[in-house]
């Protein structure tokens, strides 16, 4: 399988993909509206993966900004950099813990 949002090789993927419940995902918050009026005045970060080709950068980091106030931390690479780039992205959210 070739993943086409990201250009991995097509072993990382499908082994990524063997290994992951991506499948799997809870599909409520695509169904039902969010019981909020307004987002709890909490501090916030937004992940912008800049060659994302599925969620354009650009309107992720004004929205990120606009709508939650994040801070928009931004890391190389396409859509799912939890297959691509799964040290950089632990060691992101783990320094901001």
Known sequence: M???LDGHSTRTVTTALQLTPLGNCD???YAEPCALEVFPCT???YIVCTDDRLVNPDWSRRVARKRLNADVIELPG????FLSR????ATLLHDRA
């Open 27 to 29: 599909r409520r918050p």
């Open 43 to 45: 501090p916030a970060s």
């Open 86 to 89: 799964p040290d950089d992205l």
């Open 2 to 4: 070739k993943w086409p």
């Open 78 to 81: 396409g859509h799912s950099p």
